[in-house]
């Protein structure tokens, strides 16, 4: 079965957020809720899930089981863009704020697109 250009860009979009989770991960710990414990390892362990999943997303084999542990994924790191976007009210930054708000909608096509995956076969 041919790959989406959407689940195509949802594992691209995945591999390149884990190579910045892996190679710089201090870019990612102001998204950290205090809540979450052992932050780096948290970045470092969703950066290797990122990457996991990007690669699932590519075989028609694992597409499935990616597809849904991608949904899974971003579900788990919606807390850590609530926070970036609440961290953001304080900015002088117009386009800062914008971009931190605009970041919370746009979690629904992305999971939409990683369940589309997961009922691909």
């Known amino acids: 079965m041919k790959i989406s250009k959407d689940v195509l860009g949802l594992a691209g979009l995945f591999a390149t957020s884990a190579v ?3 190679a710089k991960p201090s870019v ?3 998204l950290m809720p205090a809540w979450v414990p052992r932050h780096r390892e948290v970045i470092l362990a969703s950066g290797v899930a990122e990457l996991v999943c990007a690669a699932g997303l590519l075989h028609p084999r694992t597409r499935r089981i990616a597809g849904w542990s991608s949904a899974a994924l971003l579900v788990a790191v919606f807390p850590g863009n609530v926070k970036m976007a609440n961290d953001a009210r304080r900015s002088s930054s117009p386009a800062v704020r914008s971009a931190a708000f605009a970041r919370l909608p746009l979690q629904l096509p992305l999971i939409r697109t990683a ?3 997961a009922r691909s076969h």
Do not use: C, F, G
Request: net charge positive; hydrophobic share 45%.
């Open 20 to 22: 910045v989770h892996l």
């Open 28 to 30: 990612y710990q102001p």
């Open 115 to 117: 369940l589309k995956a």
